[in-house]
């Protein structure tokens, strides 16, 4: 039966527009089967399928060469509604589209906001956000819906980002462990940012270079937990050669004209070692830290997963895997869900100042770090 809703449900669901390599993946979920690209000056860019304009999935993604998109400064999104996909003249509705202005990140002071393991909560986590005033970026950590058991739960992802960038403002997408549980765990990277389909992935923001990196599950493939639907440390094996070809193209990675800040952004903290049976890939993740601390030299580790605030120095008590700098694990929340803090980082010449904030509004800087 034909849903008549969607003949008057004529608003856009807003965008999110993720940082991934040398573009932008500009991403809509939509509740009703559409067609959909983006004009980026005189230019479209389809969200199609080897020719094919998509419309199976209820989310699209357009990728944009990040220096077309920074140049326009403006984007605008086009949908045309399926009625009926028939193989020979289907009906689709006219088109309906709507602009936004887009903000890149240009260099200097530059504001980001942190919120990893909010496991489907938005209020609380967007009234911490808000509280550290206007950003330049948004950086998602994992864990942002409680599982992938339904599709549905990855609304959590974009109604935290129409919150908090408005489709106007970069974003920064690192997948968390919680999110390869549940029957659509396979399917979240076409629901997410991805670099030919891996969830792993260099960005750039103005004079700011990332790596996010995904180290899947937090125990043995072989936990009972995970019933054998994972092959974790398979992944993490290509993932290591992934850094090791950053590594070998440098110049066009961390050592590229304008870079000034280096970070790594990976919801779980991997140099620390902990209990069984989170004590797993202990020659893996050491391997990691050296290559980072001994090739990338990054300025900051930013984490997740350990449902608290803390700062963690290269050497320090929690440094079991030699440390590649400054590791900051950057979400907290109460055991009831009813309280959320995040991290804010300024970046700025030569030092990133790092403000704790929280729902309640309180804002509270807890550590620069001084960049060599």
Known sequence: MLNLKMFFDKELPTPAVFAVGTEYQIMVPVKYRSLMWVKVGDKCYYDDSNGILRSLDKIHRMRVPAAELEKAGKYTVCERRIIRRKPYFPIIQPETEKEFDFYPVKGGKTRAYHISD??????????????????DFLILNGDIPNHSGNPKYFN???DICAQLTHGNIPVVFARGNHDLRGLYAEKIADYTPNWNGNTYFTFRLGDIWGIALDCGEDKPDTNDEYGGTICCHAFRERETQFIKDIIKHADEEYLAEGVKHRAVVCHFPFTNRPNPPFDIE?????????LLKENIKPHAMICGHTHD????EAGSELDKRGQPCVML????????????????FEFDENRIDVYRTDNTGKVEKIYTIHEE
């Open 282 to 290: 202990e020659e893996l993740y050491t391997e990691w830290a050296k």
């Open 156 to 158: 959590t992802i974009y």
């Open 329 to 344: 694990t950057c979400a907290d929340k109460t055991r009831d869900c009813e309280d959320y803090s995040g991290i804010g």
């Open 118 to 135: 909010t496991h489907n909560m938005v209020e609380t986590p967007v009234k911490a956000a808000k509280a550290f005033g206007k950003i």
């Open 309 to 312: 605030i803390r700062v963690s």
